[in-house]
């Protein structure tokens, strides 16, 4: 018998409402949902469907006008928003937006001394958190002299040198090139294995969303979908509906399919080029499959 793993949620959202102003249609209206603790989640929708505001208001960036949040067992409120601030770190489509010093090191010392660190300590976590992300050569540099990677690297740094429990970033691929977006998917993927870090991730990229454990879609402040990336992604209703594109890979294999090539429904480029691969190795060992596969 199989036994049920337990469930141990770092996040509890409640018939949860928020708007921008009074007499405002909410902006999220009445979600509920949980996170487990060491759980890699991804929100996804169209613009204006609450995304942004949903993870803002997990650490009091933004409050609800009625409902429940409760993180890591203790309810959201004024008297324990800064301890709950402690355990949740959140990134930004802009790093710009979190720079404060006039250089890498007084961004990655800044949130250590409002911990209220010793100088000792502060200088020991800056030095650990520069060599596990190739800072160490940048920190005398100013943060506006960076490459939109370097600033993103900071930016995430400066958080996780803070030791948070949660992590949310908000489109923090946005800004970056397609080689930095891969640093930060392959360390996303590391970091979750470890299983230190609870994730929150909002992001428009298909290979960042089947990479999590969990795919929530939002509409119009409501939450729609609830499962596991490779299904949701999978949906062409559902993903019209909530103005999200459908996976250039899942089209091919589809186009593919119709012209009586079989490959299966891949959500990703990766997986349709090893499926792809591996069926141009089986053909291309019977000369017959070849001239039929030529021919179409």
């Known amino acids: 018998m199989v036994q049920k793993k337990k469930s141990?949620?770092?996040?509890?959202?409640?018939?949860?409402v928020c708007r921008r102003a009074t007499g405002e249609a909410p902006v999220i209206n009445g979600v509920t949902l949980t996170v487990e603790r060491g759980e890699w989640v991804c929100v996804a929708g169209g613009n204006g469907s609450g995304k942004s505001t949903l993870v803002r208001l997990l650490n009091g960036l933004l409050l609800a006008e009625s409902g429940t949040i409760e993180i890591d067992g203790r309810w959201l409120r004024a008297d324990t928003l800064w301890d709950i601030r402690q355990k949740v770190g959140i990134v930004f489509p802009q790093p710009d937006d979190q720079f404060v010093g006039l250089t890498v090191e007084d961004d990655l010392a800044f949130g250590l001394e409002n911990?209220?660190?010793?100088?000792?300590?502060?200088d020991k976590r800056l030095w650990q958190i520069a060599a596990q992300f190739n800072l160490t050569e940048l920190l005398d540099r100013h943060p506006g002299t960076l490459s939109g990677g370097q600033k993103q690297r900071v930016a995430l740094a400066a958080v996780l040198a803070m030791q948070p429990e949660i992590l949310i970033l908000d489109e923090a691929s946005a800004m970056l090139d397609g080689?930095?977006?891969?640093?930060?998917?392959?360390?996303?993927?590391?970091?979750?294995?470890?299983?230190?870090?609870?994730?929150?991730?909002?992001?428009?990229?298909?290979?960042?969303?089947?990479?999590?454990?969990?795919?929530?879609?939002?509409?119009?402040?409501?939450?729609?979908?609830?499962?596991?990336?490779?299904?949701?992604?999978?949906?062409?209703?559902?993903?019209?509906?909530?103005?999200?594109e459908i996976p250039y890979a899942l089209q091919v294999c589809?186009?593919?399919?119709?012209?009586?090539?079989?490959?299966?429904?891949?959500?990703?480029?990766?997986e349709a080029v090893d499926a792809l691969w591996a069926l141009v190795s089986k053909i291309s060992a019977s000369p017959i499959r070849m001239e039929q596969a030529l021919s179409v």
Do not use: F
Not at 8 to 16: A, C, G, L, Q, W
Not at 219 to 235: F, M, N, Q, S, T
């Open 179 to 244: 080689s930095s977006r891969a640093d930060l998917l392959s360390w996303l993927k590391r970091t979750h294995r470890s299983g230190l870090l609870t994730i929150v991730m909002i992001t428009h990229e298909i290979e960042e969303m089947a990479a999590a454990d969990r795919l929530i879609v939002l509409r119009e402040g409501c939450v729609v979908a609830d499962g596991k990336p490779g299904e949701l992604l999978g949906d062409e209703g559902l993903l019209q509906d909530s103005r999200l």
């Open 254 to 270: 589809r186009e593919l399919r119709q012209l009586g090539v079989e490959t299966g429904e891949w959500t990703t480029e990766r």
């Open 8 to 16: 141990n949620p770092v996040i509890r959202m409640k018939d949860v």
């Open 115 to 122: 911990q209220g660190l010793s100088p000792e300590a502060i």
